[in-house]
């Protein structure tokens, strides 16, 4: 659903493509954007039509004008096959999980995936008969080696959820699909316009649109992109569970999409400056960012992304909890709380010692993960400066 006028027939590029696809105006009196459709039910025209189920919409949990347009608007901006949209991220992560493995499966997922994936994993999947097992997020081509006979998926995130490694995603794709494996990436902190996931040898990408894709911490949603392999079963598994988000977060979602590469790139800007100016700092023992050069896995950020997004990670030198929950409390632009990608910043303490368990994680400080907003840096650093003064403070006391 894409009305660009001319016939030049050319394929616009990714900018272009957020602005124009998933519209049609001429079937909506000429307005520009896609209305809200509510409702349930959809009337037939007669009743071969109803016997025949025939029609562009049929029932509203099988898709709206609405739903569609986000749909197909993700589908081309992903280079995908087809795309679903689900009411959140993590349930995009379920829905993928679940059209890829069936009872007496074996599932390989990286140890850095996020945490309510890994919950999943460990009590549903566990109880419908699917083996999990967490790998460390740079394997790269070892994964051969965890791979059983009865290994039918592949969960990777790249970069991992807050310790940010990136996967060889590429190599991990060659080696699956040489047995028929299932490759799905979280592709949450990239989007497909700084990491093209299917170009990649991706099967299922998923994306939190409650991220940047909304832009405004004002929706939940969730997407889930298949390849030419995966779209139908993906298609089945979705009608099968009727995971359908609301109208409004796909209204809204469909409106974050129009600024969502302008808000991107400021977010690669800004944090790209934060991260440097933290760098630098005194109380910070190590920034973790994959577009610095001093990231683990930067040669491969380059080889394969297109950008960095405002989201990153880094370790302070030993304070106690209270130092750090000084500096935290006192803050007063950056949020505490969950989720990120808005266009305010947020601020997170995270220790995933605890969590991990085909890697350790043990940074030899306190971590933090900042999500940076739209404010001006300048006022950030500010406020991180002002930060810094009560850590050394309580860690002085
Ligand atoms: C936030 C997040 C999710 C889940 O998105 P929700 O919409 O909050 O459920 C999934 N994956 C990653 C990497 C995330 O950061």
Known sequence: MS???????????????????????????????????????????????????????????????????????????????????????LAAITLALLTAVKAGDHLLATDSCYLPARMFCDTVLKRLGVETTYYDPRVGPDVARLMRPNTTAI???????????????????????????????????????????????????????????????????????????????????YDAFAMCPGPEDVFLALRGMRTMELRLREAERAGLEMARWLASRDEVAHVIHPALESHPDHALWKRDFLGSTGLFSLVLKPVPPAAVAAMLDGLELFGLGYSWGGFESLALPFDCASYRTATQWAPGGPALRLSIGLEDTNDLKDDLDAGFARLRLAASR
């Open 155 to 237: 969960l990777t995130e790249s970069p991992g959820s807050q310790t940010l490694e990136v996967q060889d995603v590429p190599a991990i794709a060659e080696i699956a699909h040489a047995r028929g494996v299932c490759v799905i990436l979280d592709n949450t902190w990239a989007t497909p316009l700084f990491f093209p996931p299917h170009e990649r040898g991706v099967d299922l990408a998923i994306e939190a649109g409650t991220k940047y894709l909304s832009g405004h911490s004002d929706l939940l949603l969730g997407l889930v992109s298949a390849n030419d392999k995966w779209a139908r079963r993906l298609r089945a598994t």
């Open 3 to 89: 009305e660009i006028k001319g016939q030049s027939g050319r394929k616009k590029r990714s900018r272009t493509r957020l602005a124009h696809a998933g519209r049609a105006p001429s079937q909506q009196f000429g307005f520009v954007n896609t209305p809200i459709y509510r409702g349930s039910t959809v009337l037939f025209p007669d009743t071969a039509s109803l016997l025949a189920n025939r029609g562009a919409y049929t029932y509203a949990t099988k898709g709206t004008p609405t739903t569609r347009a986000l749909e197909e608007a993700w589908a081309d901006v992903s280079n995908a096959a087809d795309a679903v949209a689900v009411p959140s991220g």
